[in-house]
């Protein structure tokens, strides 16, 4: 069976993050940076430090939807960090974002492990000169993420 090597478009995902919608008007990237560990010993006869991989540290991302009246799922999610606070569980959950080729197949998944919200946007800014969609936002913090084809 042929492989299509045509690039993804981005626009057409889902986000399974645990909430009754799973359609996002956007998404901030996923990326990763690992830091830079310098060392020397005493024996080094070049007199310049080696360079060792440190902590790899998982930027946040954003997911922003419309807001749809009487869905409040982003707030409450949010609301269980506040509530429990850094000692509590059950505000975790592993979040699942889906590329999807032309007929909404799946073609290539992410899974953020451990999310939880570090910051919640009730609604972007508003403005009766602009006629835009009111939007919310939500920041996830997560551990790690690993992508998988197919």
């Given at each position: ?14 986000v ?102 570090s ?8 403005n ?23």
């Open positions: 069976m042929a492989v299509n090597k045509d690039p993804l478009e981005d626009f057409s995902f889902v399974n993050w645990g909430g009754t919608r799973t359609g996002m008007m956007r998404v901030s990237p996923l990326k990763w940076s690992t830091s830079v560990v310098s060392h020397r010993d005493g024996a080094n006869v070049t007199n310049s430090p080696q360079k060792s991989p440190g902590l790899t540290a998982y930027d946040p991302i954003v997911l922003e939807r419309e807001i749809v009246q009487g869905d409040l799922d982003f707030q409450l999610w949010a609301s269980q960090v506040v509530s429990v606070g850094g000692g509590g569980t059950g505000y975790r959950r592993d979040v699942t974002i889906t590329l999807l080729d032309g007929q909404h197949n799946v073609v290539v998944t992410f899974r953020l492990k451990n999310c939880w919200p910051s919640y946007e009730a609604t972007t800014e508003l009766a000169d602009t006629s835009h969609v009111a939007i919310e936002r939500l920041t996830l913090e997560y551990e790690s993420f690993v992508r998988s084809d197919g």
